[in-house]
């Protein structure tokens, strides 16, 4: 407009003909429907949004909640809902007035959007009773569960602030039920039932407090808080072991091992790696852990080299991705590899595609500069990843790890035979080694050494054992 106000128009455009094909004129209608949209735009946000705090209504959030549920089972990603309620809130609200409960709905509303990222819906049920959607929790349902009790308890923290109201100052807390959720199966009404049941749950567990639905979930997740304790003193009452398997060669030859951490608990008993490496990763106790295996292996290699039969053994050690991550890895590795006096070329680190491929350019620097110091390099869990050649040509790698996955299924599944042959042929036109791990039967690695991969692990050749085990077993095939 003139005044420089915008305004929404409608524009009608008529052609008008007095003779001939082509139109005469046009008669341009234009009308200000302002007034109109603005209607429009107040009846949505009536129809979807509550009136007092502005959050999405039920009806909104069960839209929302349908949306999430077809993202995740499409993404293969956990979310969560979160049923929030105020404790105590209908005595207070009775007792002081429903202008101070609005306030405190409104301030309760503001704590928990400004809780959650701006893709995650918080939505008002009505009264007192608010609902939150998370989306792309991790894939892992113990770790996604994880997350969502963290958000949960970010919540419930918030809401034990003081809130000022008028002249009051109000002291509250909340219950909240979660209820995870990954794929179609159970219905929106279900899962926000189940975040209610939770939430009662919660309630009868004393308030300000929280709940799963699913009550594994939360054994679950107390038993990881447990582990998380227990795993940081496990280093100092020297409860880790390490186990040795060995790698032969196309005759059956050891030619090393690959070092396999054991956690001997006094009362669980032998824990596996794989249910403890995850939580060390993200408590960080990966660090010091992944430190004192690399230690132990490195001596290991230096006592090796006192015996003429195990001089030329190469020892693999498992890296994590967190320990890789650290600004000091390089200078860690070769500052152990110093101290122990062992030859950098014997030592073999493992990594995994997903680690290397993370941020690749750092990767390859680090790589590098202890490629340079004599440290060889495989690729672990091989073909379970997304590498491109393009990527994996830049990589200065010794070794690629075909994974055990494709090894047990060579016999029976087609597709895992060519799968294997295609990296058995890959590796060798990149001039990498290829190791065959998980080979169990003679069929297995009959069909490898036809194919070209003459270097193998798996529980054919011998488990992983404690080095007495291990040396013994050497001494005796040396005999025969
Ligand atoms: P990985 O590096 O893929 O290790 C191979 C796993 O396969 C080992 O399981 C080994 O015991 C098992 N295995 C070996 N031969 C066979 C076989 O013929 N058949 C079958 N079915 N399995 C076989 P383990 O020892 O339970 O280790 C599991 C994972 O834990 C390892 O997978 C590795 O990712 C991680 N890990 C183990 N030790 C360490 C460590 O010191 N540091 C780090 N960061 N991770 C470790
Ligand atoms: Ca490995
Ligand atoms: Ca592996």
Redesign the pocket.
Known sequence: CKNGRDIWVKLTVSPMWMQGAKPDYHIVVIQDITGHKQAEEQVHQLAFYDSLTRLPNRRLFLDRLQQAQVHSTRHKTNCAILFIDLDNFKTRNDTRGHDVGDLLLIEVAERLRSSVRSSDTVARLGGDEFVVIIEGLSEDTVPAAGQAKDIGEKFLASITQPFKLQEFEYHGSSSIGIRLFRDGETSIDDLLKHADTAMYQAKTAGRNTLCFFDPSMQIALEMRTTMAIELRQAIARQQFKL?Y?RQVNAEGTVVGA????RWQHPERGMI???IF?PIAEETGL?VPL?KW?LQMACAQLKQWEHDPDTRNFQLA????AR?FRQLDFVDEVLEVLRKSEADPLKLKL?LTESLVLQDIVHSIEKMEILCNAGIRFAL??FGTGHSSLTYLKRLPLEQIKID?SFVNDIATDPSDEIIVRTIIVMSNSLGMKVIA????TEDQRDFLARNGCYTY????FG??MPIEDFQKLLSRFQKI
């Open positions: 186990h398997q690959e070092v396999l951490l596996s790696p794989m490496i990966i992944g295996v050690v498992n890296i994590s320990q493992e672990d869990d055990q791990e998980g080979v169990e692990q798996g529980y054919l488990r992983p």
